[in-house]
């Protein structure tokens, strides 16, 4: 999806609305901007938008995705030592419950569409 991004008047606006990052947090709005090729094109799957550096994120690692340059680390975890210090042990579900939360807004939306 990131990459229909560049020509999806209807991502550009979510854009305009939300950071990456604040986009990806948003359940309701990640399942919008997931499923929107899927309104658009017809297609019969959609990746969820998310990003596989959010794993990290709750190492403390000072995760953004600055504009013009992509993802950026401010706190790159460079020993194993301050892993087990710093960083707290989490499952998935506890690390980027927002993750989860958009595949059911997701599984909603797409539940609800097929009722109509």
């Known amino acids: 999806m990131r990459q229909a991004g560049r020509y999806m008047p209807e991502y550009r606006a979510m854009r305009e609305r ?4 604040e986009l990806v947090h948003e359940p309701d709005a990640a399942a ?3 499923l929107q090729p899927v ?9 969820l938008f998310a990003d596989i550096l959010l794993i990290v994120e709750p190492l403390g690692v000072g995760l ?8 950026v680390i401010h706190r790159p975890v460079r020993s194993g030592g301050r892993r087990r210090r710093d ?3 989490s499952t998935s579900t ?3 419950p927002f993750v989860f939360e958009a ?6 939306r797409r539940s609800a569409a097929r009722c109509r």
Do not use: K, M
């Open 64 to 71: 953004e995705f600055a504009q013009g340059e992509g993802p």
């Open 87 to 89: 960083c707290p042990r």
């Open 39 to 47: 309104a658009r094109l017809g297609v019969d799957a959609a990746i």
């Open 94 to 96: 506890t690390a980027v």
């Open 32 to 34: 919008e901007v997931t």
């Open 18 to 21: 939300y950071g990456f990052l």
């Open 103 to 108: 595949v059911r807004a997701r599984d909603a």
